[in-house]
Nanobody, 112 residues
Framework: VQLVESGGGLVQPGESLELSCVVSGIPLDPLTVAWYRRAPGQEREMVAQFTSAGTIDYADSVKGRFTISRDNAKKSIFLRMNNLKPEDTGVYYC???????WGQGTQVTVSS
């Protein structure tokens, strides 16, 4: 099983980014998917989760700004991030099945 994230980068506050995670080696349909992030000096935290049943949850800090989506046919997971803030800086990871499988992470830096 392999998860490969992309789409990170350096942006200014208020700008947007979309992260992608492409999955190989396992069907995506029956799995819960999620995005986590690790800010500098902090523990990894869940940002958004999308269950196989269609339930979506967000961390309070990103509600209204971030949108998680999935394309099971293309085995891809996305995180659209709008109105980015400096506190959104960190390494973003996608995972499957409540943390059984992890990607290598992609860096997001929000700075003026």
């Amino acid at each position: 099983v392999q998860l490969v994230e992309s789409g990170g980068g350096l942006v200014q506050p208020g700008e947007s980014l979309e992260l992608s995670c492409v999955v190989s080696g396992i069907p995506l349909d029956p799995l819960t998917v999620a995005w986590y992030r690790r800010a500098p000096g902090q523990e990894r935290e869940m940002v958004a989760q999308f269950t196989s049943a269609g339930t979506i949850d967000y961390a309070d800090s990103v509600k209204g700004r971030f949108t998680i989506s999935r394309d099971n046919a293309k085995k891809s997971i996305f995180l659209r991030m709008n109105n980015l803030k400096p506190e959104d800086t960190g390494v973003y990871y996608c995972n499957l099945a409540y943390g059984i499988y992890w990607g290598q992470g992609t860096q997001v830096t929000v700075s003026s």
